[in-house]
């Protein structure tokens, strides 16, 4: 069973930086293609980049530009470098296998961008 712990969360201004980390356990990791995804109250949750096993990266256009996926398979750790964070960044952050199929999710991480 996978299991996902995301870290690295917290209070931000704009146009401030956050490196998001997410281990993942239960899984042969570097076979496995990650992606994040973030949610706010209300709402569904939402894709916003992904990082193949190969790695190769894909943004969704909202991210791209400001947000940077890596990973560390000796670590079993997917990464996200957030720069010039925006209000609408505000959300919980969750990270997952893709697909993830009949995967739990994580706590998540709760990232605030306020003044």
């Known amino acids: 069973q996978v299991k996902l712990v995301e870290s690295g969360g917290g209070l931000v201004q704009p146009g401030g930086s956050l490196r998001l980390s997410c281990v993942a356990s239960?899984?042969?990791?570097?076979?496995?293609?990650m992606g994040w995804y973030r949610q706010v109250p209300g709402k569904q949750r939402e894709f916003i980049t992904r990082?193949?096993?190969?790695?190769?990266?894909v943004y969704d256009k909202s991210v791209k530009g400001r947000f940077t996926i890596s990973r560390d398979n000796a670590k079993d750790t997917v990464y996200l470098q957030m720069n010039n964070l925006k209000p609408e960044d505000t959300a919980v952050y969750y990270c997952?296998?893709?697909?993830?199929?009949?995967?739990?999710w994580g706590p998540g991480t709760q990232v605030t961008v306020s003044s």
């Open positions: 990082i193949s096993a190969s790695g190769f990266t």
């Open positions: 239960g899984t042969i990791f570097s076979r496995d293609d």
């Open positions: 997952n296998t893709i697909p993830y199929g009949a995967n739990s």
